[in-house]
């Protein structure tokens, strides 16, 4: 069925390191591509999307690519700051009204 | 503009209480559903509305009603307590299915059941 799947983190990165959390999907048709974040204590948040292959995703310095021929839409950050620490969570579209989110990867980023 | 709005934040009911979390949206989307949060499981959907008028389930759908009679209210509705439903809670809604575009999120309901 359809699935997405994120790296474990957590992940522990100094300010200013470059970030890569990946996520691959399972390719049931053509589906749209999200990353959201989580606050810690809030809800999510919507970050970035892209609809169709070869699409780029952007916001607030985030990246993400979707690459059709690898099922993958990892997301990525040249230059992280403290205030980036987050729960950081792919999620797919479906062709039956519902979006399936993966399992989270916690980002921690220390001065 | 309030969005999303869930009441309560918190709440800790005992085993076999019922109760009614409270999700409301000002921004006249069709789309709404209710997910839960557990640790080390991500999001897993238990019901959703794509409108006034119309449910189905979700994933983890037991244990939980919920009706839609206007577009703005979409309360869950806990039937009996168990520790089991000890999590917490998210409202979304969207504008469309959420699948193009996206959803809008409320900041939670943490529940405690003992």
């Known amino acids: 069925g359809d699935s997405v799947t994120q790296m474990e983190g957590p992940v522990t990165l100094s300010e200013e390191a470059f970030l890569t959390i990946n996520c691959t999907y399972t390719?049931?048709?053509?589906?749209?591509l999200f990353w959201y974040v989580q606050y810690p204590g809030e809800g999510l948040q919507l970050l970035l999307k892209?609809?169709?292959?070869?699409d780029k995703g952007s916001n607030k310095g985030f990246e993400a690519t979707y690459r059709k021929e690898t099922t993958s839409f990892h997301l990525e950050k040249g230059s992280v700051q403290v205030s980036d620490s987050a729960v950081y969570f792919c999620?797919?579209?479906?062709?039956?009204?519902?979006?399936?989110f993966g399992p989270g990867t916690s980002l921690s980023v220390i001065p | 503009n309030a969005g999303v709005t869930q009441t309560p934040k918190f709440q800790v009911l005992k085993t076999g209480q019922s109760m009614t979390l409270q999700c409301a949206q000002d921004?006249?989307?069709?789309?709404m559903s209710w997910y839960r949060q557990d640790p080390g499981m991500g999001l897993r959907l238990i019901h959703y509305s794509v409108g006034a008028g119309i449910t189905d389930q979700g994933e983890v759908p037991n244990g939980y009603n919920v009706s839609r009679s206007t577009t703005e209210d979409f309360p869950l509705r806990l039937l009996s307590a168990a520790p089991s439903q000890t999590s917490v809670y998210f409202c979304?809604?969207?504008f469309g299915t959420g699948e193009k575009y996206g959803y809008t999120f409320g900041s939670g309901t943490r529940l405690t059941v003992v």
């Open positions: 921004m006249n989307h069709e789309y």
């Open positions: 999620a797919r579209g479906t062709s039956y009204d519902k979006v399936i």
């Open positions: 979304a809604s969207s």
């Open positions: 892209a609809t169709k292959a070869d």
């Open positions: 390719a049931t048709g053509y589906p749209s």
